[in-house]
C-alpha cells in the first residue's frame, strides 16, 4: 500500500491563488439551498409565532442566513413591520433581527 501526504503533496506546488480558490471551490460545496414554503407550513408558523408573543414563551427559529441555515432559542422582544424583521433576545442578552422571509421554522421550546 502507498502512503503519501496526498492533497498536502500538490499544495506547495499550486500558486497561493489557486489553493484560495479551492478552498473557497470547497467552501460554496457546503452552501444550501433555500427552501420553498408552502401554505400549511406558514399558517402554522404564524399561530406559533401568535403564542409565543401572547404568552411570552421561548421558540426555537430555524432561518436562512449567508447560504447557510441558523438556529436561534430566545424570546421574541419586537416585531418590527417597517422593515419585517423579528428582534430575539437569546440566554446571553443579545438581540438577533430576523428577517420573515428567511424564517424557515418557528417552535415553542421549554427551556
Known amino acids: 500500500m502507498i502512503r503519501d501526504r496526498g492533497r498536502i503533496k500538490w499544495?506547495?506546488?499550486?500558486?497561493?491563488?489557486?489553493?484560495?480558490?479551492?478552498?473557497?471551490?470547497v467552501k460554496e460545496d457546503q452552501y444550501e439551498e433555500k427552501k420553498e414554503m408552502d401554505e400549511q407550513q406558514l399558517?402554522?408558523?404564524?399561530?406559533?409565532?401568535?403564542e409565543a408573543i401572547e404568552f411570552d414563551q421561548f421558540v426555537t427559529i430555524t432561518?436562512?442566513?449567508?447560504?447557510?441555515?441558523?438556529i436561534v432559542?430566545?424570546?421574541?422582544?419586537?416585531?418590527?413591520?417597517?422593515?419585517?424583521?423579528?428582534h430575539i433576545?437569546?440566554?446571553?442578552?443579545?438581540v438577533h433581527r430576523i428577517p420573515i422571509a428567511a424564517i424557515a421554522d418557528i417552535r415553542i421550546t421549554d427551556v
Open 11 to 25: 499544495v506547495s506546488m499550486m500558486l497561493p491563488e489557486h489553493v484560495k480558490m479551492l478552498r473557497d471551490w
Open 43 to 50: 399558517e402554522l408558523m404564524n399561530v406559533t409565532l401568535s
Open 63 to 70: 432561518h436562512y442566513r449567508k447560504s447557510n441555515y441558523e
Open 73 to 86: 432559542i430566545g424570546k421574541i422582544h419586537y416585531w418590527d413591520e417597517i422593515t419585517q424583521k423579528l
Open 89 to 94: 433576545v437569546d440566554h446571553f442578552e443579545e
